[in-house]
Nanobody, 122 residues
Framework: QVQLVESGGGLAQAGGFLRLSCAAS????????MGWYRQTPGTLRELVAT???????KYADSVKGRFTITRDNAKNTVYLQMNSLKPEDTADYYC????????????????WGQGTQVTVSS
């Protein structure tokens, strides 16, 4: 099976920064798109940023210029550097990855981490 394990959430002040990490492990053949989503109570989970295996990125308009997504393909890990944090960035952040598993990568699925809480105080 595959696990995505997130770390790096916590409490920050407005204007501060946090860095999230998410490592994929298990019976992985290859990792394709990876990304971060966030969710607050009573709302739908929304895209924050995604990155392809080739490094092409996409950001929500609300985080452009403040957040940076990167990945280390050798470690199957994706990062989210969050700068200039705002109280409205407060949410549970979830890592996502599209992964081919098994010895030959014939089974393809998308996987989610357990979520990490980010709280930004004003």
């Amino acid at each position: 099976q595959v696990q995505l394990v997130e770390s790096g959430g916590g409490l920050a002040q407005a204007g501060g920064f946090l860095r999230l990490s998410c490592a994929a492990s298990g019976n992985i053949f290859s990792v394709h798109d990876m990304g971060w989503y966030r969710q607050t109570p009573g709302t739908l989970r929304e895209l924050v940023a995604t990155i392809t295996s080739g490094g092409r990125t996409k950001y929500a308009d609300s985080v452009k210029g403040r957040f940076t997504i990167t990945r280390d393909n050798a470690k199957n890990t994706v990062y989210l550097q969050m700068n200039s944090l705002k109280p409205e960035d407060t949410a549970d952040y979830y890592c996502h990855a599209d992964i081919a598993i098994g010895d030959y990568g014939l089974t393809y699925g998308n996987y989610w981490g357990q979520g990490t809480q980010v709280t930004v105080s004003s």
